[in-house]
């Protein structure tokens, strides 16, 4: 099993410039979520997924869509870059929430805004 | 909103024993807590996962008081290897929807020193 998959590793875009995040599981888990991690900062949640066509936001949803049409998919689209979503971006995924279900992150993905 | 408080940062000498406490008032009765680390340019990793009482694994142990309010990650013998950020973590039942929230602390970086 590959585990949790995002791409692009590194990125950088340019003020204005929308892009896609994107993050694949193949553990067949229900929860998918999106964090961004700032300097010095800990882990922020921007938006989740309980399950395929069910998505809701985080502490920090402004300026990001995302969408879950599948089990597998959950990826994260910057719709107009700013330098303040300059970050490091880590998706995430587990069986579910509620039973003190492990978390699995991405390896991360180092997004730039110039 | 802040679910979680730990120390900022702890330093620990080789071979030493490194306890870490996170303090969450507002745990359901539901929720586990749960322990992750994370190396620079990593994601988080499990590390361990408790309820109640004490739990051990081959990394760690983890000691939760009766009235669950806090709970002390213990790492014995600790190497440099350790260096790291230790988050805990506790479910957070949104109040609207029923859905579930993961909210990470700050975390606690630990420096082992030689």
């Known amino acids: 099993n590959a585990g949790v998959t995002q791409t692009p590793k590194f990125q950088v875009l340019k003020t204005g410039q929308s892009m896609t995040l994107q993050c694949a599981q193949d553990?067949?888990?229900?929860?998918m979520s999106w964090y961004r991690q700032d300097p010095g900062m800990g882990l922020r949640l921007i938006h989740y997924?309980?399950?395929?066509?069910?998505?809701d936001q985080g502490e920090v949803p402004n300026g990001y869509n995302v969408s879950r049409s599948t089990t597998e998919d959950f990826p994260l689209r910057l719709l107009s870059a700013a330098p303040s979503q300059t970050s490091v971006y880590f998706c995430?995924?587990?069986?579910?929430?509620?039973?003190?279900?492990?978390?699995?992150f991405g390896e991360g993905s180092w997004l730039t805004v110039v | 909103l802040a679910k979680t408080t730990q120390p900022i940062s702890m330093d620990s000498y080789e071979g030493q024993e490194v306890n870490i406490t996170c303090s969450h008032n507002?745990?359901?009765?539901?929720?586990?807590i749960t322990w992750y680390q994370q190396f620079p340019s990593q994601g988080p990793r499990f590390i361990i996962q408790?309820?109640?009482t004490k739990v051990t694994n081959e990394v760690a142990s983890l000691f939760i008081p009766a009235d669950r309010k806090s709970s002390t990650l213990s790492l014995p013998r600790v190497s440099l290897s350790d260096t790291a950020v230790y988050y805990c973590?506790?479910?957070?039942?949104?109040?609207?929807?029923?859905?579930?929230?993961?909210?990470f602390g700050k975390g606690t970086k630990l420096s082992v020193i030689p």
């Open positions: 507002n745990i359901a009765t539901n929720d586990y």
């Open positions: 995430a995924s587990s069986y579910g929430t509620d039973i003190g279900n492990t978390i699995y």
């Open positions: 973590l506790v479910g957070d039942m949104d109040s609207g929807a029923g859905s579930y929230q993961l909210t």
């Open positions: 553990m067949n888990h229900e929860y």
């Open positions: 997924s309980v399950g395929a066509g069910i998505t």
């Open positions: 408790g309820y109640k």
